[in-house]
């Protein structure tokens, strides 16, 4: 019996594991729901998003990948233990799953309305996210924003260390409103893994468009060295 449970449980291995789908990235998008993103500045960054998943070269990027396609999960984060997943995984292959991807985007309301700022709290959650999320990709990016340094929690260094130490890059975007010199920080403490890189915005309204560039640029492949 012993034996015949054991066969079991490794057929369901290998069938939970031939299930997963290809993608060439999975990514979470981590949007910073902190007390000092009011709702304006918020719904810019839902705004942003959207709009970049609407964009054609965007859907083109998709296409030109691989496998065309990529997995997408949306987060809202804060004080350590406050992440909330916005909307759960998607797939996206052409111009439709992105658009109706955007059309939920703007569809959703604000899930965490205020709290410190705990990036290692946030880059832990988003990388527990991968875990057998029906998906695998190519690549795995966490793709963080936000306006401050980590204020509450884990050193950021060591959380940092550890979710890279998994395969996974993280990339970020520093919105320069209230900290001069965020992206310097962010390269030092908070970016990691293959071609991870920062984008800076002055403001939320920057944002808007350098949104749609870091998603460009994490969507197509990394040279290799």
């Not at 705004?47 to 970049?52: N, Q």
């Not at 998906?135 to 060591?158: F, H, K, M, W």
């Amino acid at each position: 019996m012993r034996l015949l449970l054991l066969a079991l449980a490794a057929a369901a291995g290998w069938s939970a594991e031939i299930r997963a789908e290809p993608v060439d990235l999975e990514l979470v998008l981590a949007v910073d729901s902190s007390a000092s993103v009011d709702y304006i500045e918020f719904n810019l960054q839902l705004e942003g998003l959207a709009y970049a998943f609407r964009d054609p070269d965007l859907i083109a990027a998709i296409g030109n990948g691989r496998h065309g396609a990529v997995a997408v999960v949306l987060m809202e984060w804060a004080s350590t233990g406050r992440n909330e997943i916005v909307l759960p995984w998607t797939r996206i292959r052409d111009a439709a799953d992105a658009a109706a991807f955007a059309d939920r985007i703007d569809r959703s309301p604000r899930q965490i309305q205020t709290g410190a700022t705990s990036i290692s709290s946030a880059i832990r959650f988003a990388n527990a996210l991968f875990d057998d999320n029906g998906y695998e990709g190519t690549r795995r990016t966490i793709d963080v924003s936000g306006d401050g340094y980590n204020n509450q929690g884990e050193a950021l260094s060591s959380a940092r260390a550890e979710v890279i130490a998994s395969g996974t890059t993280i990339n970020a975007l520093a919105i320069e409103n209230q900290v001069l010199g965020l992206g310097d920080y962010f390269e030092d403490q908070l970016i990691g893994g293959l071609g991870a890189f920062v984008i800076r915005a002055d403001s939320y309204r920057d944002y808007l468009g350098k949104i749609r560039r870091k998603l460009l640029r994490e969507i197509q492949a990394p040279p290799m060295s």
